[in-house]
């Protein structure tokens, strides 16, 4: 199975009507990857907005689901190191959060809110062209997909021409490569990328694509940025994103059956900023369900976690077994110390201690007035 990345760039024409110039392939990547590489760290919130489709045999579609929600994201190039927080809207449009993520560098911690369970794994390449991700805008060392690098080695067999239609961009084009000789998951994909010369060469439209059962290339998934905003000095960061979802084996290909928008907060948010150390720990609370694929073992945490040492929590834990056993671990929710009898009852005896000895002060005072 092969398939082929189609890349698509717009480049600063010559003159006004003028085509653009033809880049080599080489020029084009270090044109994006300057432009996605200005930015080294952020803090973004952003509103989701996700909507699903039913496609009818006839391509027609059907909304079968409206929702919203909010995400928090963070990053830090020094460290490879992000925080993704996750929310919902309340009844009276509260912020509810219902999961937080964590990279570390090393491993990733996730923790569900609702069910009181963590996840401890390494981290795991991604698809680009997800608006939920920020940081697939941007050069990354993560351990996911990073847009310029992934472009390198296939240089040497592409090609760059002006697109037949609309001669102000230029195309990018590799050539198929073999699905028996991927190397990375990323080679399974292929990619469209419309790059803006008034925003740094920019990338606003990235379309995933992939190879069918009957060798056929169909698109995934596609972003487009639909605003953008200004930091200064040139550089720019996407403030709204619309991404598709396209039907691929399932007949008819190439509908879209979910969209999903992110549209940032910019008060909410900065960029190129030192963020604290303290973002980048997620400790799970006394109760959680924890699984830890490093160790492949289970357990529910029995003591305050500070987010680091998994070790010293594994060995205070209130139980463990290891992965894939018939052990079945119920995570808890410790009771308030103001309900909990063992302080009450602490509490109440001390009250009645410190009310004796003052009785009994009280009495010998008295009586050394009368002598």
Same mark, same amino acid.
């Given at each position: 199975?092969?398939?082929?990345?189609?890349?698509?760039?717009?480049?600063?024409?010559g003159?006004?009507?003028?085509?653009?110039?033809?880049l080599?392939?080489d020029?084009?990547?270090? /044109?994006?990857?300057?432009?996605?590489?200005?930015?080294?760290?952020?803090d973004?919130? %952003?509103?989701?907005?996700?909507? @699903?489709?039913?496609?009818?045999?006839?391509?027609r $579609?059907?909304?079968t689901?409206? =929702? &919203?929600g909010y995400?928090?994201?963070?990053?830090?190039?020094?460290g490879?190191?992000?925080?993704?927080? %996750?929310?919902?809207?309340?009844?009276?449009?509260?912020?509810q959060?219902?999961?937080?993520?964590?990279?570390?560098?090393?491993? %990733?911690?996730s923790?569900?809110?609702?069910?009181?369970?963590?996840?401890?794994?390494?981290?795991?390449?991604?698809?680009?062209?997800?608006g939920?991700?920020?940081?697939?805008?941007?050069?990354?060392?993560?351990? @996911?997909?990073?847009l310029?690098?992934?472009?390198r080695?296939r240089?040497?067999?592409?090609?760059?021409?002006?697109?037949?239609?609309?001669p102000?961009?230029?195309r990018f084009?590799?050539?198929?490569?073999?699905?028996? *000789?991927?190397?990375r998951?990323?080679?399974?994909?292929?990619?469209?990328?419309?790059?803006?010369?008034? /925003?740094?060469?920019?990338?606003v $439209?990235?379309?995933?694509?992939?190879?069918?059962?009957d060798? =056929?290339?169909v698109?995934?998934?596609?972003?487009?940025?639909?605003?953008?905003?200004?930091?200064?000095?040139?550089?720019?960061?996407?403030? *709204?994103?619309?991404t598709?979802?396209?039907t691929v @084996?399932? +007949?008819?290909s190439? /509908?879209?059956?979910?969209?999903? =928008?992110?549209?940032?907060?910019?008060?909410?948010?900065r960029w190129?900023?030192?963020?604290?150390?303290?973002?980048? *720990?997620?400790?799970?609370?006394?109760?959680?369900?924890?699984?830890? %694929?490093?160790?492949k =073992?289970q357990f529910?945490?029995? &003591?305050?976690?500070?987010?680091?040492?998994v /070790?010293?929590?594994?060995?205070?834990?209130?139980e463990?077994?290891?992965?894939?056993?018939? *052990? +079945?671990l119920?995570?808890?929710?410790?009771?308030p110390?103001?309900?909990?009898w063992?302080?009450?009852?602490?509490?109440?005896?001390c009250?009645?201690?410190?009310g004796? &000895?003052?009785?009994?002060?009280?009495?010998?005072?008295?009586?050394?007035?009368?002598?």
């Amino acid at each position: 199975m092969s398939h082929a990345i189609v890349v698509w760039a717009v480049v600063t024409a010559g003159g006004v009507g003028q085509p653009p110039a033809v880049l080599t392939p080489d020029q084009f990547i270090q /044109k994006l990857d300057r432009a996605t590489g200005q930015v080294n760290s952020f803090d973004v919130g %952003m509103r989701i907005d996700l909507r @699903e489709y039913k496609v009818e045999a006839d391509g027609r $579609r059907v909304e079968t689901k409206s =929702t &919203s929600g909010y995400h928090r994201q963070v990053y830090q190039q020094q460290g490879a190191r992000r925080r993704i927080e %996750m929310f919902s809207f309340g009844d009276k449009g509260a912020k509810q959060r219902a999961a937080v993520i964590v990279y570390d560098g090393e491993s %990733m911690r996730s923790y569900y809110d609702g069910s009181n369970e963590g996840l401890i794994d390494v981290p795991k390449p991604v698809p680009l062209a997800d608006g939920l991700d920020y940081l697939g805008f941007f050069r990354n060392a993560t351990g @996911e997909f990073e847009l310029p690098e992934s472009l390198r080695p296939r240089a040497r067999s592409a090609k760059v021409d002006r697109d037949p239609v609309n001669p102000s961009l230029l195309r990018f084009t590799v050539d198929p490569i073999r699905a028996a *000789k991927h190397s990375r998951l990323t080679d399974e994909y292929g990619y469209e990328i419309t790059v803006d010369p008034d /925003k740094n060469f920019f990338p606003v $439209r990235i379309r995933a694509t992939v190879v069918r059962k009957d060798a =056929t290339i169909v698109p995934q998934r596609e972003m487009r940025v639909e605003a953008f905003h200004s930091l200064g000095g040139g550089v720019f960061v996407p403030q *709204k994103v619309v991404t598709d979802f396209f039907t691929v @084996e399932v +007949q008819p290909s190439g /509908k879209v059956f979910r969209t999903v =928008t992110a549209e940032l907060e910019v008060a909410n948010s900065r960029w190129n900023e030192v963020t604290p150390e303290g973002e980048f *720990k997620l400790g799970f609370p006394v109760g959680s369900r924890v699984i830890d %694929m490093h160790r492949k =073992t289970q357990f529910v945490s029995g &003591s305050d976690d500070p987010g680091k040492n998994v /070790k010293d929590l594994i060995s205070a834990a209130v139980e463990s077994a290891p992965l894939g056993s018939a *052990k +079945q671990l119920t995570p808890f929710v410790p009771t308030p110390w103001w309900k909990d009898w063992r302080w009450l009852t602490g509490s109440f005896s001390c009250l009645a201690l410190v009310g004796c &000895s003052a009785y009994v002060l009280n009495r010998r005072r008295k009586a050394h007035r009368h002598a």
